[in-house]
């Protein structure tokens, strides 16, 4: 063979040599790919163990958000992320890669939380145009066997000036407006022992109608809230009691017979004091015609007052008047200002009594009602005040 053919044979070989290369490439690219995914399956590199740290709170198979609420009105709550650790679709693997997570970066969980629920509170803050604070965010995690196994991730914290305290009430919700609850979420108020759900005309005033009534709670799951929900707006116990005193029933007047009687006796004994003081001044009159003035045993002369308590020279007696007007009385006569207390004392009734007549005339808009420091002052209305 001449050089010309060694060249040709050699020129043959290579192009050989390099199809081949070019052939086997994706084989072996392949293979590699195959072994990886092998091994993200088996966890032998470690990446699946990374996969699994990234499992969310969000992840879980239910989410239960209890609202605790308080007298004063702020709230805790307490957002349960429940894992399913039982049946054929458990959720077993989700729940241990997650507490894992916790354990390792605890705080970064937390921080997500804050931020979220911040977000919330930003908005409610604008429907209420109140001022409100998220403190004292934590999560902990718990397992429970009875009645079924299930994993709690629990994210709590305190809110500031969740509800609305006027006197004797208290309307919670509109911190939530528009909140969303998706599937498998639910959201449940809670309230003090002393309170029970306000009603308006028979209707209980809850919007919208909760999924499971209950005692002292109420609840809604799977819903999407309107600008005007969730609204819930409770009152004191006391207050349908102390109303009875006021509303006629079959067995008669509500006020007490003997009271009656006290006050009949109280007339007859003022009626025989003027007769007396008449009989005993100059001229058998009790006062000199177109006087003010009564004349004295002694020959001198006093101002005639007015009796005391709530009634004017030309009012009627405090027993004919209604609660509401005995109150706007005593503050014509306070100079359009007093304290709650005082009206408690003045007029000597419950506070109970006095907060549900407070309350209706707040309703009416015959005063106004505002706290000083931790007492509540009545007010009559300022174009009222000055007349």
């Not at 958000?65 to 004063?72: L, S």
């Not at 009796?307 to 006569?333: H, M």
Request: charged share 30%; aromatic share 6%; hydrophobic share 35%.
């Amino acid at each position: 063979m001449d050089v010309r053919g060694l060249r040709a044979l050699i020129c043959v070989l290579v192009v050989v040599a390099c199809s081949l290369a070019l052939v086997s490439a994706p084989f072996v690219v392949a293979a590699d790919a195959g072994t990886q995914r092998a091994a993200l399956q088996d966890g032998s590199d470690g990446t699946e163990t990374e996969s699994n740290e990234s499992v969310e709170l969000e992840d879980a198979d239910r989410i239960h958000i209890d609202v605790v609420i308080a007298e004063n009105g702020s709230a805790q709550v307490i957002a349960d992320y429940q894992f399913d650790l039982y049946g054929e679709n458990n959720s077993t693997a989700d729940w241990e890669a997650l507490n894992e997570g916790l354990s390792n970066d605890t705080e970064r969980y937390v921080e997500e939380e804050r931020d979220s629920w911040n977000d919330t509170l930003e908005k409610g803050e604008n429907r209420t145009n109140r001022e409100m604070n998220i403190s004292g965010m934590s999560i902990t995690t718990e397992e429970d066997a009875q009645p079924r196994e299930i994993g709690h991730a629990k994210v709590s914290f305190e809110w500031s000036d969740f509800a609305l305290v006027e006197i004797n009430r208290i309307k919670a919700g509109t911190a939530l407006s528009g909140f969303t609850l998706d599937d498998g979420t639910t959201l449940q108020f809670h309230w003090p022992d002393e309170y029970t759900v306000y009603e308006s005309e028979g209707e209980p005033q809850i919007d919208p109608s909760p999924s499971e009534p209950a005692e002292g709670s109420v609840s809604w799951q799977g819903d999407s809230f309107t600008d005007d929900q969730p609204r819930v707006v409770l009152a004191k116990s006391s207050d349908s009691n102390s109303s009875a005193d006021q509303t006629p029933s079959d067995e008669g007047p509500a006020m007490p017979w003997i009271i009656v009687l006290l006050a009949l006796a109280l007339l007859a004994t003022v009626g025989v004091v003027g007769w007396l003081v008449g009989r005993n001044s100059p001229g058998g009159e009790g006062t000199d015609a177109g006087s003010d003035k009564a004349w004295r045993t002694d020959g001198s002369t006093d101002v005639d007052s007015s009796p005391s308590g709530d009634q004017p020279p030309d009012g009627p007696p405090p027993e004919l008047l209604s609660n509401e007007e005995r109150v706007l009385r005593l503050l014509e006569r306070r100079g359009g200002r007093v304290k709650q207390q005082e009206v408690v004392s003045e007029l000597d009734w419950t506070e109970a009594k006095t907060s549900q007549v407070v309350g209706d005339l707040r309703e009416d808009d015959e005063i106004d009602v505002f706290r000083i420091g931790r007492e509540n002052v009545l007010a009559l209305p300022e174009d009222e005040s000055r007349r």
